[in-house]
């Protein structure tokens, strides 16, 4: 399983976030800047990641950016999810999914619900504020 490029700039943007959590709001160009992601990608990122419930947006003077939860109530599965949508390895899991040539036949279908249940317990193990704390020696 890979990530996309838009999931990982969603988990390094909700990093810099984090660390500002308890401290001051952050701009999404704030966001930018510190984390080298484009200011478009950071604005649809914030967009996306403000409908999962994950950000706070507040517009105007003392506005800016926060987490909308704890940074330990928040999980790596929770910012994949709010960009990629549902974890699964394959497309014959989900509803409304039918497009395999084998999906009469498939002896392995039925158990891949069990392989994503996996995924996805793993990555909602690892919580942001594991992700967003600097290695020793890494200057913010």
């Not at 930018?32 to 967009?47: M, N, R």
């Not at 950000?55 to 109530?73: D, K, N, T, V």
């Not at 709010?82 to 009469?104: F, N, R, S, W």
Request: charged share 20%.
């Amino acid at each position: 399983m890979r990530l996309s490029s838009m999931a990982d700039y969603a988990v390094v943007t909700m990093c810099a976030a984090a660390r500002h959590c308890g401290f001051s709001r952050v701009s999404a160009a704030g966001l930018a800047e510190e984390t080298g992601v484009p200011l478009p990608t950071v604005q649809k990122l914030v967009s996306a990641l403000t409908r999962a419930g994950l950000l706070r947006a507040m517009r105007g003077a003392g506005g800016g950016i926060q987490l909308a939860r704890p940074a330990a109530a928040i999980s790596l599965a929770d910012i994949v999810e709010a960009i990629e949508g549902p974890i699964a390895l394959t497309a014959c899991v989900e509803t409304g999914k039918h497009d395999c040539a084998l999906e009469g036949s498939c002896g392995v279908r039925p158990h891949w619900g069990v392989v994503n249940r996996a995924m996805r317990s793993a990555l909602e193990d690892v919580k942001l504020s594991q992700l967003a704390r600097l290695p020793e020696g890494v200057a913010a």
